[in-house]
């Protein structure tokens, strides 16, 4: 686990204690898909012709499936090289037969809260929030002269909410409690989340992940998605996913479970992620910003019709 | 794009160095070139003119589309418009035209933009995937033939953790990988029957070695899958072990097939068996009535009369002897392995056989007296003569000599067998005088279902259920076939350590008195009778019930003493289980002795669990039970549970 020295709730009392809270997060079910997802997936499946791209291509927008996937791909060749964080690549090797598997034994959201006393959650919302964090986080990364050739900038925008999915199942009541409470920004969120529940979604997301044999540079970003600066390695991962984040509350894509108002334009320039990534007001500062414009142009095209 | 703009371009490209287009990879040694958005080369390296055999000046100008393979040229057309949006990169594979043949290429292609952001031309670096793609369309193609595979198969690490699992394994099991990950499951230790088993398992195949076997399973309530295992090592080039594979065979169905067409042999031969015995017992009616009818007539001389009934007694014997062998046969008994008279086994069995083979087939025994008494299963033993006859008869259609001879061999005399060398072994010889058997034929004539009748003459059994006999006795068979000759059969059964002689029948003397008070349950009011008299003659106080709710009646008075009870076990109303329970409840210190015509092992369990082992097997002479009683009596009194 990682150590948690900055972001412990200042004063109020932990109603769970560590141990209580890993046992909660271990013992959650498999996460549940949106149901349009999985029909595209279980269309794609049951046909001998797909292509392993136009599945992976699928999975990609399923934050649940994704970690499912992976941490099947990784524990089937645990041990044998190092983890695999493409989806396509994962596709490849666990074949279309297990993958049919995979989609016939997914929760889908909408049957679970049939049965569920709970409201109904903005799960919508959550799933356009992740995927363009995704496609942004990507797109940040590509400018950094990090050199990614699978998934992993693809995945820690995908996957960097997923604590919220897990307090669905682990903490539902909790979670109500926290979406009811008075929330300026995403900080105040996050600090009533370890009011009500001891940790917040990130750290909740990270354990969870770590769990399923994810690799390292993905937990350390869920972690610290909203503290680049104390993220002890991999810290442009972690940087690029709180500035794509931030894009994307500006599109009015909110994170899930929540009601901050959106961010203003160019609120990101102020934040840490922003100068790990480009430094304080230097050219490549402005490059970048060129560029976000520019994406941010493009997002809501590119994010039709995934859903 | 309108064309003015890509005239200017194509100038671009006449004037323009290769440099300028292709960068770093002008020297470089994977395949490069760039084309502008219609298709048209505008440069290409040296390593990519060599791929396909022309210049770098030639290609210039030239168009892709006359390379690409043409079900490959719409994926090239379709990746620009994915070029035009960021990260403006994009890798696709395909196949190329080049002098070599086909080839596949994977090309990273990163788009050239001008100040303005348009996209002008496309630059592409290659490589030749053309033998990872085969191997990926041979690891397709053998998956999925795995995938239908009706065998289930997994493949594990070292460890014992699933690394795969086919389809069949899934629908077998139904567990898929992700459960099998979730759940932990061992799916190595599956069907085990425990960790010494499992531990010893383990052990065969870390030290490479195969492990086969049959292990059942049960899979989901009541339903008992058998499998035929096979796990072996998988290994890398370099010859170490990477993986476990798992093969299991579902063979649930013909484990029941087996088991059925055993029976079903069993019930062929029962019907060779009853030939004979009905003609046994033709014969013993024929004794048993024509001195009865001498005995009507009245003589006067009591020597006369008693000599008709001894007669009369001593054929009930001998038919009682043959129910019982007849109903042991057909039960599906495991053996019970006490003293036989092998010569007089077959002398019986011989007598009978005669009668019913072809006149054409005659018997010759050479039999070496005194044979000392086996230690075996009479019924099984008594299969093993008759399967080997009835295999000499079918050997010979147009008649010939079964010779059957026994003699004694010193273990050492049979070192060509795995035997013990110090124990004698008696031998069992049944030569015919037939056809033989080709060396091809002798190979395989106790494989089960082998057989060389014809049609649905025979199972292919008979010599498999000799096999498992004779192995089952510890012993072993010998063939010797010439064709044109005959074959002889030889089976060598160990002798005990100390010869045991075989009990001797009893000759008939009164049975004991006593003075004992007994309770005589029985339905077949003749026999209750018959009982109680001869008890009660000999002393005894006796007590009768005529079914068991008279017995369970009569059991729950607390003013009524006895010391044994005689319990009869089909009965209306309530049986003998029932009142055994009373029994064993109220008066858990008297002792019982069951008597019954045919007690099924099922039966037999259902008694066990109530302590009961004492037995007396219908027909009877009275003076068996009345040795029994006595016998039972004069031991220590039971012990209350």
């Known amino acids: 686990m990682l150590n948690d020295t900055t972001l412990q709730a200042p004063l109020a009392p932990t109603p769970y204690g560590d141990a209580e809270i890993m046992r909660r997060i271990e013992a959650c079910p498999k996460l549940a898909s949106l149901q349009s997802i999985n029909q595209a997936l279980s269309d794609l499946v049951r046909s001998e012709s797909s292509l392993n791209s136009q599945i992976a291509e699928i999975i990609r927008r399923d934050p649940s499936l994704s970690t499912r996937i992976l941490r099947m791909v990784n524990s089937v060749y645990f041990g044998l090289s190092a983890r695999l964080n493409n989806i396509e690549e994962a596709v490849f090797f666990l074949g279309l037969r297990q993958i049919r598997e995979l989609s016939l034994a997914t929760p889908v959201i909408e049957e679970m809260e049939r049965f569920q006393l709970n409201a109904a959650l903005p799960w919508k919302e959550l799933w356009s929030h992740s995927i363009g964090t995704a496609i942004l986080t990507r797109e940040i990364l590509a400018s950094t002269p990090l050199r990614i050739d699978d998934d992993t900038d693809y995945l820690v925008g995908l996957l960097h909410n997923i604590g919220k999915v897990v307090m669905a199942y682990a903490f ?68 690029a996913l709180q500035v794509a984040d931030s894009v994307v509350r500006h599109t009015g894509i909110s994170g899930g479970f929540e009601r901050v108002p959106a961010a203003k334009a160019d609120e990101w320039l102020k934040l840490e992620g922003w100068k790990i990534l480009y430094g304080a007001d230097g050219p490549e500062s402005m490059l970048a910003r060129g560029s976000i414009t520019h994406s941010l142009r493009h997002l809501p095209s590119v994010m039709q019709g995934l859903l | 794009m309108s064309s003015k703009k890509s005239d200017t371009l194509s100038g671009i ?100 933009r001008d100040d303005s952001g348009e996209v002008v031309a496309i630059r592409a670096v290659g490589r030749d995937i053309t033998r990872q793609r085969l191997a990926e369309e041979q690891f397709y193609r053998l998956s999925r033939a795995v995938e239908q595979s009706p065998v289930s198969i997994v493949i594990t690490d070292l460890v014992g953790n699933a690394q795969y699992v086919n389809s069949k394994f899934t629908a077998v099991s139904g567990h898929t990988l992700e459960d099998i990950i979730d759940k932990r499951i061992q799916v190595l230790r599956d069907g085990h029957p425990d960790e010494a088993s499992y531990q010893k398992f383990m052990e065969t195949i870390r030290a490479g070695g195969e492990w086969r076997g049959e292990l059942s399973t049960e899979r989901s309530k009541n339903a008992v899958v058998w499998e035929s295992v096979k796990v072996s090592c998988l290994r890398s080039p370099g010859g170490e072990i990477t993986n476990y594979l798992c093969l299991r065979e579902d063979i649930s169905e013909r484990k029941k097939l087996e088991h059925d067409l055993r029976q079903a042999h069993k019930m062929e031969s029962l019907g060779t068996l009853a030939g004979g015995i009905a003609h046994d017992f033709n014969n013993l009616l024929a004794i048993i009535n024509g001195y009865a009818e001498v005995c009507m007539l009245g003589s006067a001389d009591s020597k006369l009369l008693q000599k008709g009934l001894r007669e009369i007694r001593s054929a009930v014997q001998r038919a009682t002897g043959l129910v019982r062998q007849i109903l042991t046969f057909s039960r599906k008994a ?211 019930a005529a079914n068991g709710l008279e017995a369970i009646d009569i059991i729950g008075d607390t003013n009524r003493q006895f010391d044994l009870v005689l319990l009869d076990l089909n009965m209306p109303g309530a049986d003998g289980l029932q009142v055994l ?61």
């Not at chain 1, 990270?206 to 993905?218: K, M, N, P």
């Not at chain 2, 009877?620 to 016998?631: K, P, S």
Request: hydrophobic fraction near 45%; charged fraction near 25%.
């Open chain 1, 172 to 239: 539902p009541s909790e979670l109500l409690t926290i979406m009811a409470m008075p929330a300026a920004s995403t900080l105040e969120v996050c600090s009533n989340e370890r009011e009500v529940i001891g940790w917040d979604h990130a750290r909740i997301g990270a354990h969870y992940v770590e769990c399923h044999r994810l690799s390292d540079e993905i937990v350390v970003a869920i972690r610290y998605h909203a503290d680049p600066e104390h993220a002890p390695r991999h810290r442009l991962f972690a940087a």
């Open chain 2, 13 to 112: 490209a006449k004037s323009a160095r290769a440099e300028s287009w292709l960068g770093a990879w002008e020297a470089s040694a994977d395949p490069a070139y760039c084309r502008d958005l219609e298709g048209r080369v505008l440069a290409a390296n040296l390593s990519f003119a060599r791929k396909f055999g022309k210049s770098t000046a030639k290609l210039v100008g030239a168009k892709v589309f006359d390379f690409v393979h043409p079900d490959d040229a719409e994926k090239l057309k379709t990746v620009v418009a994915e070029l035009s949006r960021p990260p403006h990169a994009a890798v696709s594979e395909h196949r190329w035209l080049t002098p070599q043949g086909i080839r596949w290429f994977s090309w990273e292609k990163v788009a050239l």
């Open chain 2, 334 to 544: 495991e053996a019970s392995f006490a003293p036989v008279e092998l010569n007089q086994l077959v002398r019986d069995l011989v007598t009978m056989l005669a009668e019913t083979f072809p006149r054409t087939v005659t018997f010759n025994m050479e039999l070496l007296e005194p044979l000392p008494p086996l230690r075996a299963d009479q019924n099984q033993l008594q299969q093993i003569i008759l399967n080997l006859c009835v295999n000499a008869r079918d050997a010979m259609p147009s008649g010939g000599i079964i010779t059957i001879s026994t003699s004694v061999h010193s273990g050492a005399d049979l070192k060509r067998h795995d035997v013990q060398a110090r124990t004698n072994y008696a031998c069992l010889k049944v030569s015919d005088s037939g056809m033989g058997m080709s060396p091809e034929v002798r190979a395989r004539i106790f494989e089960p279902f082998f057989t060389t009748k014809q049609g649905n003459q025979g199972t292919g059994l008979g010599l498999a259920v000799v096999y498992g006999i004779v192995v089952g006795h510890h012993g072993v068979i010998d063939v010797d076939s010439t064709p044109g000759v005959g074959s002889s059969f030889s089976v060598y059964l160990p002798m005990a350590e100390s010869a045991v002689v075989a009990i001797q029948a009893q000759a008939n003397t009164e049975f004991p008195s006593g003075t004992e008070k007994l309770l005589i349950v029985d339905d077949e009011e003749p026999l209750r009778d018959l009982l109680a008299r001869a008890f009660m003659k000999k002393g005894y106080g006796v007590v009768a």
């Open chain 2, 581 to 641: 329970k009373v029994i064993r409840a109220c008066r858990p210190t008297t002792k019982v002795l069951v008597i019954s015509g045919h007690i099924t092992s099922d039966m037999r369990a259902k008694f066990k669990a109530l302590g009961q082992d004492d037995w007396l097997q219908k027909p009877y002479a009275l003076d068996d039970i009345g040795r029994r009683l006595r016998v039972l009596l004069d031991a220590a009194p039971r012990a209350a549970a």
